[in-house]
């Protein structure tokens, strides 16, 4: 415990005391007659109360070079303008002239003396000075609750509470609104909810308390910790409200989240009639900003403003500054714009905020404009600026060789402070930068070069190793930032499972799944419930093939937003499960929640792999109904390949037609449409369509690889061999080749990649042993070769061999010499490349015979197989 003895040696800001003046101090109070006495006394008081302390500090050297002593009144608020300056030398001298002037008894004294020893974090003197309460003066409520706002103001909650409990106890005492306003904020920080709770039944009983400013602090309670349900209920339970208790509640809500609920609080609020009308304010306002900017409540924010603007409060900067915001999460950029330029004074906090609108909305152009006018208004920007300008630089914003603004702005910051004191938010931005930019070399020097490093960072670097193709690298760091002691937050667990997904690791995402589970947090409790790793959970398990998982880890999630729906929409899309896409869909808007453009992409996908033709239809139609996006050349290719694969491809070239009409496609951009249909003319066998759109495709893009390959296949298919031979005559001319097949397998955090063939796998004669055992066994319950599916001019024989040594049965042979016939077990295959359908129908088979389920990922989607069964219903 800091005691006086440490306090830094000053010199006496106070004249030292004069005989007459030690002489007078020592006499009764009531024995004091100067004149001069109450109307100084009265002049520090009004002084100190105005914040004038300069002049009070004068008058009462004035007062002492007179030989008086001021009264108990005016030394209190000097010793209150202490611990506002925090100087604890002038207190310690107040102190001691109290003491000689027989003062420090006084109850307004002593109260001042306690809080100004703890404004200077000095408790063992403030609670010495508590301590010397009279036995007769016990009831001295004030000091009580400046000693126990002391030991909360410092996180001493244990001793605050210790002392709260031997006030009540004490028989002469009682507890004030006050007292109780005290200890509930102590309860909201220390999170103590038995003792809170306790709390709030106390006060219920206390009919002597001001209800509503209980109340208030009881919402705001609960509110902090989360328990949103118990702040409405204390909330309604209320008889009358003020401002206050509705800014509690609004305010708790947004901050938790529950902006949707915030905002029905505000128009309960807009539409009380009865008296007493309660008018809200600007901290209402401010709350209700803040929540319409995270929904993008655009039109109940232009009825916000309006009301603003009536109410001459929309100049106020705080209020400007959140109405700029609101404008830029919206997409009002321009609007946003408009309420700056009206704002009677800017500074940098309103600058800041109109850069970010247009940072968030992706004008990079005009943003740099601004940060150039802002210069020339002497506006200084900080380094929250600059951070604003390098988080604007998007991939499509910069050249990747050059990445020219970004380095000017990296030198700029370097030029203008050391670079040891940059503080660690502007390294977080700079590092992102790099990696958007395509420069990790750079990225990486900045991240070694630091000297500091915060969770930020490091989730900075895992995720940019991860988009930029880094999976491994990704991982290292994720392991070094534990040795190093940094403990994963909600943003790391999501980063890293989303790495996992890319890697296709779901071993690795359960041990990372469990590593979530004990730090709690995606725990069902509402203190530690993460619904970003509970998202980041379903979207791994449905991409590594466990749509079960995905599916379990969905169930028990307390609460969903958009991306927990979409996410299983879209995981049982991938895994042919589009009824049950559908499904979710409907329970989606069921419980209110309104979908995006990608959970209308993932339901397209569903009917597209399921044949769903009516079905699919109805929800394209629907997408612009019932959410705000309009379709986008994913949503179309969607549709043109639902209607391809279902064999009405008048409607899929028709489609394409609208598409390239309504999105203004030409030339290389619509040609992603016809290579679905391409792809479509492929599975189906339509060969004069095929070639006519293959040719319309090598008019725009000769050196397109996949068309050949699709031209020549389908040219093979029926037997052109001549014309197939041709195309890929051309493909060696141009120097084009074929992606090569390949299928992997993890086995104990190792990947084992196979090709057709396979010959260097160190267990070749193991698995080719297990291979021909296994083929020997499907065809003893029925497979029969699909040699027509090879499109090579060769023997039956040699065409079964090809077959026999695809890629992707040999890893399905290697991972069950590794795992055994396990009953009810699973292994999990991945392709490069589409899973021809002859392998599709062997693995029906080998899951039938082996008793374990083969989940096999293509380079379109999940096949699961079950019991001689695929999910997909052999349809993809």
């Not at 307004?108 to 010397?132: I, K, P, Q």
């Not at 419930?529 to 980041?536: E, R």
């Not at 040609?671 to 759109?693: D, P, S």
Request: hydrophobic share 40%; glycine share 8%.
């Amino acid at each position: 415990m800091t005691t006086v003895s440490s306090a830094p040696v000053r010199p006496l800001l106070l004249p030292a005391p004069s005989p007459r003046a030690h002489t007078s101090s020592t006499l009764p109070r009531n024995a004091r007659h100067d004149r001069s006495i109450p109307s100084s006394s009265s002049l520090i008081l009004d002084k100190t109360m105005r914040g004038e302390f300069p002049q009070s500090f004068q008058l009462f050297r004035e007062l002492l070079a007179s030989g008086s002593t001021p009264d108990e009144f005016a030394l209190g608020s000097l010793l209150k303008a202490s611990s506002t300056l925090s100087d604890c030398c002038l207190g310690e001298q107040l102190h001691a002239k109290s003491i000689r002037a027989g003062l420090a008894s006084e109850r307004g004294v002593r109260t001042s003396l306690v809080a100004m020893y703890s404004a200077n974090g000095l408790l063992e003197e403030a609670r010495h000075v508590f301590d010397e309460v009279p036995v007769a003066e016990e009831a001295d409520v004030p000091t009580w609750n400046s000693a126990i706002s002391a030991y909360a103001f410092h996180g001493y909650y244990d001793e605050c509470f210790l002392l709260f409990g031997a006030m009540l106890g004490a028989a002469e005492l009682t507890a004030t609104d006050a007292t109780y306003a005290i200890v509930i904020s102590a309860c909201s920080a220390s999170k103590e909810v038995r003792i809170g709770k306790a709390i709030h039944a106390m006060i219920e009983k206390d009919q002597m308390l001001d209800e509503i400013k209980m109340h208030n602090s009881l919402i705001s309670m609960y509110a902090k910790w989360g328990h949103l349900e118990e702040a409405q209920k204390v909330f309604e339970a209320m008889d009358a409200r003020d401002v206050v208790s509705w800014n509690a509640i609004i305010s708790g809500l947004e901050q938790h989240g529950e902006c949707e609920n915030a905002l029905a609080f505000l128009r309960r609020l807009a539409g009380l009639k009865a008296p007493p009308v309660v008018q809200p304010n600007r901290i209402t306002f401010l709350s209700a900003l803040s929540a319409m900017a995270t929904i993008s409540g655009l039109k109940l924010g232009k009825e916000v403003h309006a009301r603003l603007i009536r109410s001459n409060l929309d100049g106020e900067p705080s209020i400007g500054n959140s109405l700029i915001t609101m404008y830029g999460k919206c997409g009002e950029v321009a609007t946003g714009r408009l309420t700056f330029e009206r704002l009677p004074s800017r500074d940098v906090i309103s600058w800041n905020t109109m850069l970010s609108g247009y940072a968030q909305n992706s004008q990079l152009g005009s943003c740099y404009e601004l940060f150039k006018a802002m210069q020339l208004s002497g506006s200084r920007p900080d380094f929250h600026t600059m951070t604003i300008l390098l988080c604007a630089m998007s991939p499509g914003s910069v050249s990747s060789s050059s990445c020219r603004p970004g380095r000017e702005i990296h030198g700029y910051l370097v030029r203008r402070a050391a670079v040891k004191s940059l503080p660690v938010s502007v390294y977080n931005a700079i590092i992102p930068m790099y990696f958007r930019c395509d420069r990790v070399g750079d990225a990486e020097k900045v991240f070694k070069g630091m000297t500091e490093r915060d969770s930020h960072t490091w989730n900075s670097m895992i995720d940019g190793c991860s988009t930029n193709e880094r999976c491994r690298d990704a991982m290292m760091l994720f392991v070094e930032m534990r040795t190093q002691g940094f403990q994963p937050d909600h943003s790391t667990f999501s980063i890293i499972l989303t790495v996992c997904s890319r890697l296709v690791s779901v071993e690795l995402g359960k041990q990372l799944h469990a590593s979530a589970v004990k730090q709690c947090l995606h725990a069902s409790t509402p203190l530690t419930f993460s619904l970003s790793v509970n998202n980041a959970l379903v979207s791994m398990y449905s991409k590594c093939g466990s749509i079960d998982d995905a599916a379990q880890v969905f169930g028990r999630m307390p609460k969903r937003d958009v991306f927990s729906w979409t996410a299983m929409i879209t995981g049982f899309a991938h895994h042919g499960m589009a009824y049950r896409s559908l499904e979710s869909f409907e329970a989606m808007k069921a419980d209110g929640i309104r979908p995006n453009a990608v959970t209308f992409l993932g339901l397209l996908s569903a009917c597209a792999h399921a044949g769903l033709v009516e079905e699919g239809t109805h929800y394209f139609n629907l997408m612009s109904r019932e959410s705000d996006a309009e379709p986008s050349t994913e949503h179309y290719a969607c549709l043109v390949d639902l209607f391809g694969r279902s064999g009405q491809f008048g409607k899929a070239e028709a489609t394409i037609e609208i598409a390239t009409s309504h999105l203004g496609l030409e030339g290389v951009s619509c040609l992603w449409l016809w290579k679905v249909l391409l792809g479509a003319c492929h599975a189906r066998k339509q060969l004069e369509l095929g070639i006519r759109v293959g040719r319309r495709i090598l008019e725009v893009d000769p050196d397109d690889e996949t068309t050949h390959v699709l031209l020549s296949n389908i040219y093979a298919a029926f037997g052109l061999w001549k014309d197939a031979l041709e195309v890929r005559r051309l493909m060696r001319a141009k120097g084009l080749k074929k992606e090569a097949g390949c299928s992997w397998v993890e086995i104990g955090n190792r990947k084992h990649v196979f090709v057709a063939a396979d010959g260097f796998h160190e267990n070749r004669k193991e698995i080719y042993e297990k291979l021909e055992g296994l083929d020997g066994m499907c065809r003893d319950i029925g497979y029969v070769p699909m040699t027509d599916y090879v499109l090579h001019d060769v023997d039956e024989a040699q065409k079964e061999a090809v077959l026999r040594y695809h890629s992707e049965r040999l890893a399905v042979s290697f991972a069950l010499l590794h795992t055994g016939k396990r009953k009810g077990g699973a292994i999990r295959v991945i392709k490069n490349l589409r899973v021809c359908e002859d392998c599709h129908r062997w693995m029906k088979f080998a899951s039938e015979v082996e008793g374990m389920e083969i989940i096999l990922r293509d380079s379109r989607r999940f096949h699961s197989f079950r019991k001689g069964k695929c999910s997909c219903g052999d349809y993809w």
